[in-house]
């Protein structure tokens, strides 16, 4: 009696299991672009992010023309390579979003974003204005979460402060940031349920509301994952 049992009921289980997995293989979580301005403590807040939550989000590297700063690592922080290369794939349409900035070339390519999404999980997006605008035209969808200084001011403040620019660099980046406020204002009137913008005035109070931002779609990741391993590896 058992053996029928089993024998009609284990490809059941199989089948089942199949088809879960499959469902959570499909599954693609929806990309993040953070946005904000040079000195608003973007980049800090992302590698906090992706060192609590490093199962869960993956960092889209970037191309660029521009070399390396020091400590920086080629696949790591950027993919460095020539403005050819980069005008020969943005001509064949691999590029998601491009920019230039003090010369050099930056983009997001396809493939970046892809591999991310591929291993389910979150992909993190980090690019400018001009990148965000690109964006915006394609059917990325993405959650969109913009950073920003508490004022003008204060960031300012923080980019002296680094003393790794020029003068001219300082106050082009000045000029970059107040259209970048001036952008982010226009979003927190139009009152996007997509969109949010986080004031980087103290990292901890602006790391926990970015936390609490993308805390549902981590619930989510976290939810599939612990389903998958109970069917690969039930207790």
């Known amino acids: 009696m058992f053996s029928v049992v089993r024998y009609r009921l284990f490809p059941r289980i199989a089948g089942f299991i199949h088809s879960a997995s499959h469902r959570m293989a499909d599954y693609r979580p929806r990309p993040c672009v953070l946005c904000g301005p040079s000195g608003s403590g973007k980049s800090t807040l992302i590698k906090r992010l992706m060192e609590e939550y490093k199962d869960y989000f993956g960092f889209s590297v970037s191309h660029t023309t521009r070399k390396p700063r020091p400590g920086e690592q080629d696949g790591v922080h950027y993919h460095y390579t020539t403005r050819e290369w980069i005008e020969n794939a943005i001509k064949n349409d691999e590029f998601i979003e491009t920019a230039e900035f003090s010369a050099n ?39 969109y979460i913009f950073i920003k200084p508490p004022n003008m001011e204060v960031l300012e403040e923080r980019l002296r402060n680094r ?73």
């Open 105 to 143: 070339l930056y983009g997001t390519s396809k493939k970046a974003v892809q591999d991310v999404l591929n291993n389910n999980k979150i992909c993190i997006l980090d690019i400018d204005l001009q990148g965000v605008l690109q964006i915006q035209k394609t059917n990325l969808k993405p959650i």
């Open 163 to 235: 003393k790794t620019d020029t003068e001219e660099a300082i106050q082009r980046r000045l000029d970059i940031a107040r259209r970048e406020m001036d952008y982010i204002q226009q979003q927190k009137e139009l009152s996007n349920s997509d969109t949010h913008i986080v004031v980087n005035d103290d990292v901890e109070i602006a790391y926990e509301k970015l936390r609490g931002i993308l805390s549902s779609v981590l619930a989510t990741l976290k939810d599939l994952k612990y389903k998958q391993k109970s069917l690969i590896d039930p207790p």
